[in-house]
């Protein structure tokens, strides 16, 4: 009997190196990396992940379906997130790609356009190509600003149609991952409504950071990112889905022949696990930092004043609306060609600091975020830049 | 300005509900639910959990590509279990369903046919529903073996083949979730290969089990369940797959035209956070128990030869090869009939003794596992058993 027989598989891997593994980031340093900064747990979901940290651990009362489950409170979550976002249907995902590619694939037919901005997350090219979806570009504005133009979209819109091409989407990146400009949602949907074509607004840096209403900003669907703003442990995300247009809503939650509560794009259930519970137990949290949005505006706004006053420029929309943050920084650039350590000095400066998620090497242009840090590390953080660039003109005797 | 006004969003919302979620099932109980006891953490990962919890943390020193990122050894890690897997290329998934989805949207064609067998999940017909598929069953045996028949899948490549129908991909159950029985993977593998069709292998409940080679069973693919069967925190897996027919990887693994590192068919990056971790910490573990998988073989048959001679009747193949279990138990149900609390007797019996996972209600059959019990455990599991229909008899009188 094979299975009887005893084995020795796979022992003469090396696993010592799975053994032991730290992550220092987060714990010794001040974060500044954008895509980390709205993903940081609060103490309820830390507690929350030693109860449910195994496999499968969330489906002990399950009658079949994910979005169902009572206990613990996913149904209610669920419900209470439709809310929040200004839907009438959420589904948990693996994240705003992820959902982005259920709309792409239920909405749309291949070979439909998706039009989408010219600040589009590569994730939104990525989902419409695995959907086999055409894509259009809404051209934004050029350097330094790159706003969303949202009249491209209807001028996008009208060519598609002159030239007979079958739309099936209008995608907007609601917050972008390059500047952190924020569109206008509300104009871009409302010449989606008008048109007749249903409206995906990409919120993986908005949605839980900063107010969003799908209603207000006319949107059908909104593709959440957990990990990114919602304070999950990844990979979670959320889809919410406005009911207007049941039409759409049928296709998206469409069932299994064979099974009929299981819904396709769902492949049956998404998050089951940890991810989930996350955002279940961060939503205290993210309710209360959303309401404090005013705040890290004003945050932002002031680095901004104060890099710019020593040689940083800011690309981007001005007044700034988001967190996430790009300088160009000449004046790096400058002290790198005179360093001893290069382009590394400042990763190297900062390092020193206690500070990071700077990508390493970075002297032309960096991005950052202070999203969530108190004034007094907002405070220590601008002050630490200040000093290396001081420091830095200083040593190489620049000016 | 919308964006510096002060909001109260969501401040209606009671989120009392989500503070101190507690699960009492795998702390306190002995959990026999066949779909966690393969999911259970070890040590190890529990301490990798508390370095990664946050979002996106995996991404700290990532050059584009979650599968290439070398901190923490993610790229190794897939190496690692090509090697342990007989496979020659492996990438994480969100879990076996979403393994199984990425094969049928990238190899098969809309319209394509799959054929899979009798007892395939759920989740196989879900996916090729979502892909657009057609799907054709290899029929099982009848009650109470319905073991899978490797000739039917020939018999059934031959009539579509008859009829001019498309097959895109034959589907084997490696070991189904409703009777534990072992399909013979090789000899399907072989009608695949001698067919010329590629041949994916739903390892859910054997890959982190029992040993599983994907050369050795003439498998193209197999769909990995992280928190089924590898001790992975959910929801995670892994996807297997043999570079034998390089046609196929290409298909799988076709990168964007917009940012040509990142992957379609896993949207760019995957298991963005702690499962992916998980794996890794769980895998020195995975390989001991799969190469005691000999000891889990006898503890199942153990089980089934005391628990007959109690009455209850096991379904599925003889000898038994796997520790998912399923009892037909005429026995409980006569008690049940007879007891006050009525089908909710044996529940309440088994968690007053400190055992769960045994679905509430349940007298006529039910399935159970005690995979990773240790001896001590197995025998109070089995004692406890006998102990609950010994009483049950004498106290309603019957034989």
């Given at each position: 009997?094979?299975?009887?027989?005893?084995?020795?598989?796979?022992t003469d891997?090396?696993?010592?190196?799975?053994?032991?593994?730290?992550?220092?980031?987060?714990?010794?340093?001040i974060?500044?990396?954008?895509?980390?900064?709205?993903?940081?747990?609060?103490t309820e979901?830390?507690?929350?992940?030693?109860?449910?940290?195994?496999?499968?651990s969330?489906?002990?009362?399950?009658?079949?379906?994910l979005?169902?489950?009572e206990?613990?409170?996913?149904?209610?979550?669920?419900?209470?997130?439709?809310?929040?976002?200004?839907?009438?249907?959420?589904?948990?995902?693996?994240?705003?790609?992820?959902?982005?590619?259920?709309?792409m694939?239920?909405?749309c037919?291949?070979?439909?356009?998706?039009?989408?901005?010219?600040?589009?997350?590569?994730?939104s090219?990525?989902?419409?190509?695995?959907?086999?979806?055409?894509?259009?570009?809404?051209?934004?504005?050029?350097?330094?600003?790159?706003?969303v133009?949202?009249?491209?979209?209807k001028?996008?819109?009208?060519?598609?149609?002159?030239?007979?091409?079958?739309?099936?989407?209008?995608?907007l990146?609601h917050?972008?991952?390059?500047y952190?400009n924020?569109?206008?949602?509300?104009?871009?949907?409302?010449?989606?409504?008008?048109k007749?074509?249903?409206?995906?607004?990409?919120?993986a840096?908005?949605a839980?950071?900063?107010?969003?209403?799908?209603?207000?900003?006319?949107?059908?669907?909104?593709?959440?990112?957990?990990?990114?703003?919602?304070?999950?442990?990844g990979p979670?995300?959320?889809?919410?889905?406005?009911?207007?247009?049941?039409?759409?809503?049928?296709?998206?939650?469409?069932?299994?022949?064979?099974n009929?509560?299981?819904?396709?794009?769902?492949?049956?259930?998404?998050?089951?696990?940890?991810?989930?519970?996350?955002?279940?137990?961060?939503?205290?949290?993210?309710?209360?930092?959303?309401?404090?949005?005013?705040?890290?505006?004003?945050?932002?706004?002031?680095?901004?004043?104060?890099?710019?006053?020593?040689?940083?420029?800011?690309?981007?929309?001005?007044?700034?609306?988001?967190?996430?943050?790009?300088?160009?920084?000449?004046?790096?650039?400058?002290?790198?060609?005179?360093?001893?350590?290069?382009?590394?000095?400042?990763y190297?400066?900062?390092k020193?600091?206690?500070?990071?998620?700077?990508?390493?090497?970075?002297t032309?242009?960096?991005?950052?975020s202070?999203?969530?840090?108190?004034?007094?590390?907002?405070?220590?953080?601008?002050?630490?830049?200040?000093?290396?660039?001081?420091?830095?003109?200083?040593?190489?005797n620049?000016?």
């Amino acid at each position: 009997m094979e299975n009887t027989e005893k084995t020795t598989i796979g022992t003469d891997i090396n696993t010592d190196k799975y053994k032991n593994i730290k992550r220092h980031l987060e714990r010794e340093m001040i974060n500044l990396n954008p895509i980390q900064r709205g993903g940081i747990l609060p103490t309820e979901s830390k507690k929350v992940i030693y109860e449910y940290w195994d496999g499968y651990s969330v489906c002990d009362y399950c009658a079949g379906r994910l979005d169902q489950v009572e206990t613990p409170p996913i149904h209610e979550y669920l419900e209470d997130a439709s809310k929040f976002f200004g839907a009438d249907i959420t589904r948990p995902t693996h994240g705003a790609r992820e959902s982005k590619y259920v709309i792409m694939n239920s909405v749309c037919k291949p070979g439909d356009y998706v039009i989408m901005d010219g600040n589009a997350h590569y994730t939104s090219f990525v989902a419409a190509e695995r959907a086999k979806l055409n894509i259009d570009i809404a051209l934004v504005e050029d350097y330094p600003t790159y706003r969303v133009i949202p009249e491209k979209y209807k001028e996008r819109i009208e060519t598609l149609e002159d030239e007979g091409k079958p739309i099936g989407l209008l995608l907007l990146t609601h917050v972008d991952g390059n500047y952190g400009n924020v569109a206008d949602a509300k104009k871009v949907g409302k010449i989606a409504k008008d048109k007749g074509y249903p409206f995906l607004l990409n919120c993986a840096y908005s949605a839980g950071r900063m107010p969003v209403n799908a209603e207000a900003l006319n949107a059908d669907f909104l593709a959440i990112s957990g990990h990114k703003s919602m304070s999950g442990s990844g990979p979670c995300g959320l889809l919410a889905i406005s009911n207007k247009n049941e039409e759409y809503s049928k296709q998206i939650l469409k069932t299994s022949k064979k099974n009929i509560v299981k819904e396709l794009e769902m492949l049956g259930c998404t998050s089951r696990g940890i991810p989930i519970l996350t955002l279940m137990t961060s939503f205290a949290h993210v309710i209360e930092r959303v309401n404090n949005w005013d705040k890290e505006v004003k945050r932002v706004r002031w680095i901004i004043d104060e890099l710019e006053a020593v040689g940083f420029k800011h690309i981007g929309e001005k007044p700034k609306n988001h967190d996430l943050t790009k300088f160009e920084t000449p004046i790096l650039d400058e002290i790198a060609e005179h360093d001893k350590r290069k382009g590394y000095f400042f990763y190297e400066e900062l390092k020193k600091r206690g500070i990071g998620g700077i990508r390493r090497g970075a002297t032309k242009e960096f991005k950052m975020s202070a999203f969530g840090l108190t004034d007094e590390q907002t405070k220590y953080v601008v002050d630490s830049f200040k000093e290396i660039i001081e420091n830095g003109r200083k040593e190489n005797n620049l000016n």
